[in-house]
Structures are given as C-alpha cells and as structure tokens.
C-alpha cells in the first residue's frame, strides 16, 4: 500500500522530469518561468524560476497567469474572405499560401517591392524578426518590414546610437542594487516592470543612503515610493534635464577629465545648457526650484548614478533628443560603464530587443546594421547568397508611412503579424479607414477575434507561447530560450514557419532550408560576429544547457572558462563610434507637438496598468486581469473637475481634434493639475468608446519616427445620465 508521503514523492518526481524553463512573454524585464503539469488536460502551474538571473524566482500576476488564456479564443484555421463584407471562410493552407503567393507575385510585378509592407512584432521571437527579414529585405528587395517597437523603443534605439554609436542599453538589472541614486523618468515602473522595480525598492528599502527620484506628471505607484516626485508638465523633460545639467555645472560637479577623454561636443552643449538657469526651468516645469535643487544635488553627490526610462521619453515627437539628454547628464558626470550607473532604457515588448538585433525595423538589418551603409548591406547580401544590389538602400516605410501609403493607393498587400494596429496606432479614425480600403490584408494572429481581424482578408493562424520554440532578449541584454511544450492547437503554426515556406513557394528555397528553430538561430548569430551585439557565443544548445546567457558573447570566447560576458557596456570607455567618444547633443526643448490652447486646454497622457498587456489580445481573456481591471476611467484634478461639475463616476466625454471617446470620471489628486490620464489598452472589444488613441495624434520624432503617443490636446464634456455610473466602477469608486 502506497504511503501518503511516497505519494507526493512521486508526483514531485513526476513534476520535476516534466518541468519546462522558459521565459515569460510579456514585458521586456524578461523574467523565467517554470512550467509543470497541473490539474486536468492541458493544464498548466506557472511559476518563477529561481535560477533565473534577471527575475530571480519572482513572478507578477501577468506571468503567473499566462497559461489561463492559451486556449482561449484561437485561431485555428486559415480563413478567407474576398472583401471586408463578407464572412470568413475556412480554407487550407496549401489555398492560403497560394492567394498570399500570387498576390506577392501580381504586385511586384504591377507595382514592385515597395508596395508590399509588413508590421511585425516584440512578440516575436528573434527566429520570427529574422526569417521575416530574411523574406522581406533579402528576397523581395522591400525594406518595408517595421514592428511595434516602432511606438515604443525606436527612441531608445536612436538616442543611444547617436550618443554611443550603437543601440544596446550598457547596464544591467544587477545595477538595481549597486546605485546611489536612481533617477526615474517617464516610467511606471512599478506597473509596468514590476519585478524590475522589485529588486530596486527591497535595495532602497533596505539601503538608507540611497535616493530614488521619480520623474512623472502621475503619482503613480512608483512616485509614491520615491524620496523625491517631480510631478512636471508633460513635454518639459528636456527643460528639466539640461536644467539639472545647468545646476551640476555651477556647482562644479562636472568631470572635466572624463570630458576631455571620452567625449565630443561639449562646448555646444554648455551653451544650450547656459539658458536654463532654476527659475527659466521650474516655471515651466512646474516644479520648485528646491526640487529642481535637491535633484541636481544629489545627483551630482552620487558615486553611481542609474537612470531609468521607458515611454514617457520615448513616445514624444523629440523623443531621441529627450533620451539624449538623459544621456548628456551622465557624460556629464561620468555616470557610464561602472557598476551601479549608466542610463538604461527599460524595454517594453518581451523581445523588442530580439527584434532590434535582427534588424526588425525599416531602417535595419540584422546585427545592428543599417539599410544605408552600403558595406553592411552588401555583408548580408553575401550572407544570404543574394545578388550584389538585392537590398535596397532606402529605408523602408514606418508604420506610419504604411498607413500613408495605404491612404493612397500604393500598398498592395498589407501583412500584419502579431500585433494589433486597430488599439495600438495614433488617431484610430484615420488609421481605421485606411485599413478599410487596404486591397489585401493578411493578419497572421493566435487569437479571434481581435480588434485588427475586422480588417483583414486572409487569417493565418499562429502559434504563440508554450507552442513554439525559440530566443528572446530583455532589457539586459539576457538571452533565453522559450521551448515548446505542448502542441499546437488546430492548423496554426509558427511565424518563422510561415515565413520560410512563403519564401520557399516565392522560389527562394535555398534561403530557407531550415526545419528547425535551431538552425534558424545558427544562421542569425553568424551575422552577430564581431558586431555590437555579437551574439555568435550562443545557441539553443548551449542555452538549454546553461540557461540565460547576456551578449556581447563571441564565439571565440571559451566556453569552459566564461560562460557569462562582461555584464556592462563600455567599461573601457570605448564607444562604437568611429573615434571611440561618446557624444553630448545640444538639444533645446521645443515643447509638445500638440500644446494646449483654450479650445482644447486639457493635455491627455496615456499608460498601462499592472494587469494589462499588448492591446489586452491575451490579459483581455485572463480572469483574474479582468477583475483585477474591470474598467476604463481618465483620472481627473479636483482643480479641472470642479469648474465643470464632474464628480467621482461621472461619465465624461473625451474630445481631440481627432476623434471622442467616453471614461468614467476617477477624480484625483495623483495626476497634475491641466493633466488627465486613460489607460491605453481597452480596444472596441472590451470597452464601448474607451480608446485612447482615438484622440491621439501622429506626430512623431524626425529622428526615431515614434509617435508622441504620450501627449495629446483635449477637452473635457461631462455626460449627464439618470443613472449613476459610479456604481459600476467597482475599484475605481
């Protein structure tokens, strides 16, 4: 007779023999999971792995929940209609890849390559971004593939190439707890990286000298743990930065040696610097010149200086000059390349940074090589045996440029792949219609129905996380292997599988001879070596073996004795510049894009909250997310409130220039007077009129191309109805 104890032994030994390590697929913190079989048929028990570098055992409630919505509402078959009027139909593959095929071949030849666009994905693993790279810029000639780290780091991406000479964020997560003072701006983080900010609050709880300065027109969770909260006016942050640099200055908190050494264009830079004395800067900041002080000073007093920042830079029509600044502050002091300091962009998608690697952007190719250099270009020519002048020169069209260009008739075939344009995109009327007149749309999803597939005229189903295989990179540059392990439901397959067979029908079967992810990473790192990220060290193999591994990580380094590279960039002071200095920019601040006046004199900023995720397409169909966020609201000052007679509850009626939506009021002191605040990820299928980017606008960095999704004109109309919506509200009562 079987024991009790013997029992639970053998079900541990069950578990531990079934156990799959893999990666969360949510936010760019990147955070390892352990997978093991749980109660009933294809049920799985999530948890955080604690051999994992970057998350260390710890889990939030997105991961610990992923496994709830997998089966939920799939696609599991191609689907076909002839126009957006009729129903789908289900068809085979063989009939999808066939239309798909054909159209290819009628557009290039009515129309060519620059009529054929893709907008991929951070959702992506790297194996997806580089076979669609592959297909796209390598054997269709077309450098139209862009990706949603278009709307959230392409600011980053900028800001550190021209400060640094390459992308690549020189800290890491260990520098969390090694700093003297974290600044962070425009960044939730408590929200949106949450075991990210975990590790920094135990420190600065547990560290008394340690100061923690939060940068945010919200009082958000993360302000609340912050010794110092600089609540400015949305788009004054370079006013803010180059007036902390005007302080440091004065009070001789510069390094002129590391100046002299590591650096160019100082000289311009201290004269923008000279027109923002404390009183210019907290008049339009919004904030005392004793916060601006303190600030300044404790900065300057720090022995390592960690700078934090996520979209509030970046989602900004001067979002690379705001990096850039925040960049300048540490050149400044010489806040680089040293435990404990350096500026760290904190990456939104799980693999925005996989994608970033292997060129997943229009201006991009793989190994961080740019579609202009004529050496990089002909380097992966000669890498994917294509003809010398395959790639084309030009930098493909953005996104946005794909809205543009379906808004005037010269997009052919539209291939959107795990993502959704019809929530994510800028002023959504606009991007609606033009949707609606795309001659041929392919939605290559693992979900249905979401807000895009109303679009679309072919579905092709894919798998998503726990079907596939491959690589994804966080925000400190960790590589791990997210395994498969459980089939795919129905007919979906892969994204890199659907890539390479398009390829190989288009006749370019030696391009795409892999049947493994595997091999496809094989090939990829190849085209890492001797670059800025050089990733040639790694393979699955070696991953499955060791676990997360973080680039620069050659080939040529022996394995047996480091397994594990440098974890900071330019420890030597060395930047990938063509002299080897970092450079200063010498950037004023030009304000918003969209300031308000008194017809909209409301300005509009958009966030995420702790549950939600991309557009809601997964969090959207986990319960426990559901309940945790049960509605939209716009959070309101009692000062903007009170002169129209809004109270707590109260439906309002949001109005851009572009378009309206409606909010239950939450009325609060946490957000800015002249400031309100709506969650961005509640789409037409989880909410009536609740979507923010209905009311905001294209603009966009000239540098990185990134939308200021972050700040908008608006105006406020309450909407009186007989029945209280406040009784609706559930937490937001």
Same mark, same amino acid.
């Given at each position: ?340 300091? %350096?500026?760290?962009?904190? @990456?939104?998608?799980?693999? $925005?940074?996989?994608?970033? =690697?292997?060129?997943?952007?229009? +201006? *991009? #190719? ?69 949707? %609606?007149?795309?001659?041929? @749309?392919?939605?290559?999803? $693992?979900?249905?129905?979401? =807000?895009?597939?109303?679009?679309? +005229? *072919? #579905? ?69 070596? %001797? ?21 620069? #990580? ?180």
């Amino acid at each position: 007779m079987t024991t009790w104890a013997e029992f639970e032994e053998h079900e541990r030994v069950v578990k531990e023999e079934t156990l799959v390590k893999t990666l969360c697929p949510y936010c760019g913190v990147g955070c390892g999971l352990e997978v093991v079989p749980s109660q009933g048929k294809g049920a799985w028990q999530v948890r955080g792995d604690r051999a994992h570098p970057s998350s260390q055992g710890m889990v939030c409630v997105k991961g610990a929940t992923v496994a709830e919505s997998i089966g939920k509402d799939r696609l599991l078959y191609p689907m076909w209609r002839e126009s957006l009027e009729q129903d789908f139909r289900q068809i085979s593959w063989d009939e999808a890849l066939d239309k798909l095929c054909d159209r290819i071949r009628a557009v290039l030849a009515s129309h060519g390559p620059d009529s054929i666009c893709m907008y991929g994905s951070g959702q992506f693993v790297t194996e997806d971004y580089y076979t669609a790279q592959k297909l796209m810029k390598g054997c269709l000639g077309t450098n139209n593939f862009d990706a949603n780290s278009r709307l959230c780091m392409s600011s980053a991406v900028s800001g550190y190439g021209q400060s640094f000479g390459a992308d690549g964020p020189p800290c890491c997560y260990e520098d969390l707890e090694q700093t003297d003072c974290a600044v962070i701006v425009g960044s939730n983080m408590a929200e949106c990286h949450p075991i990210a900010f975990n590790r920094l609050r135990k420190y600065h709880k547990k560290t008394p000298h340690v100061r923690l300065i939060v940068v945010d027109p919200r009082r958000t969770q993360t302000a609340d743990a912050a010794d110092l909260h600089l609540a400015i006016r949305p788009g004054t942050d370079i006013d803010l930065f180059n007036g902390i640099a005007y302080l440091l200055m004065q009070w001789g908190y510069e390094q002129p040696e590391f100046i002299q050494q590591h650096t160019n264009g100082y000289a311009d830079y201290a004269e923008v610097v000279r027109h923002y004395p404390p009183d210019i800067v907290s008049d339009r900041c919004g904030i005392a010149i004793s916060d601006l002080e303190t600030a300044a000073r404790w900065w300057g007093e720090s022995g390592r200086v960690l700078s934090l920042w996520s979209m509030g830079l970046n989602q900004s029509s001067e979002g690379t000059a705001k990096v850039r600044s925040l960049i300048d502050l540490h050149l400044l002091t010489g806040q680089i390349g040293k435990p404990g300091a %350096g500026p760290f962009s904190l @990456t939104g998608q799980p693999n $925005a940074m996989g994608g970033r =690697e292997a060129g997943g952007l229009s +201006h *991009l #190719l793989p190994g961080y090589r740019f579609v202009v250099n004529p050496q990089h270009r002909a380097e992966v020519e000669h890498a994917w045996n294509l003809p010398a002048g395959q790639i084309s020169p030009n930098p493909g069209r953005t996104v946005w440029d794909m809205i543009c260009g379906l808004e005037a008739g010269e997009v052919g075939l539209f291939w959107i792949a795990a993502t959704n344009p019809a929530v994510s995109l800028p002023d959504l009327v606009r991007v609606k219609a033009a949707l %609606g007149r795309s001659p041929f @749309t392919v939605y290559q999803e $693992a979900y249905f129905p979401t =807000e895009t597939a109303e679009f679309a +005229h *072919l #579905l092709l189903p894919a798998t998503q996380w726990s079907e596939k295989s491959g690589t994804m990179t966080n925000s400190e540059r960790m590589v791990t292997l997210a395994k498969a392990f459980q089939p795919a439901p129905g007919e979906a397959r892969a994204d890199w599988e659907i890539f390479c067979e398009v390829g190989r029908r288009l006749g370019f079967a030696a391009q795409f001879p892999f049947q493994t992810a595997a091999q496809v990473h094989t090939e990829f790192v190849k085209l890492t070596q %001797g670059r800025p990220c050089d990733m040639s060290g790694i393979s699955h193999a070696r991953l499955e073996q060791e676990g997360p591994l973080q680039w620069p #990580l050659s080939s040529g380094e022996n394995p047996e004795s480091q397994t594990q590279p440098a974890k900071r960039l330019y420890t030597d002071l060395q930047f990938h510049t063509p002299d080897g200095r970092a450079r200063f920019s010498a950037a004023h601040s030009r304000g918003l894009a969209e300031p308000p006046d008194p017809d909209f004199p409301l300005v509009l900023t958009t966030g995420r909250l702790y549950g939600h995720w991309h557009t809601q397409t997964r969090t959207g169909r986990t319960e426990k997310i559901t309940q945790m966020h049960p509605n939209p609201f716009i959070e309101i000052h009692p000062r903007d409130a009170e002169p129209l007679g809004i109270v707590e509850g109260e439906l309002v009626e949001v109005r851009s220039r572009r378009g309206w939506a409606r909010f239950p009021a939450k009325v609060t002191r946490a957000i800015a007077p002249g400031t309100v605040f709506v969650p961005m990820h509640w789409g037409a299928l989880w909410a009536d009129h609740a979507e923010a980017n209905a009311l905001t606008h294209p603009a966009a960095c000239p540098d990185s191309k990134q939308p200021e999704l972050k700040a908008c004109a608006v105006k406020l109309l309450p909407i009186r109805v007989e029945t209280p919506v406040r009784e609706e509200l559930g937490v937001l009562g």
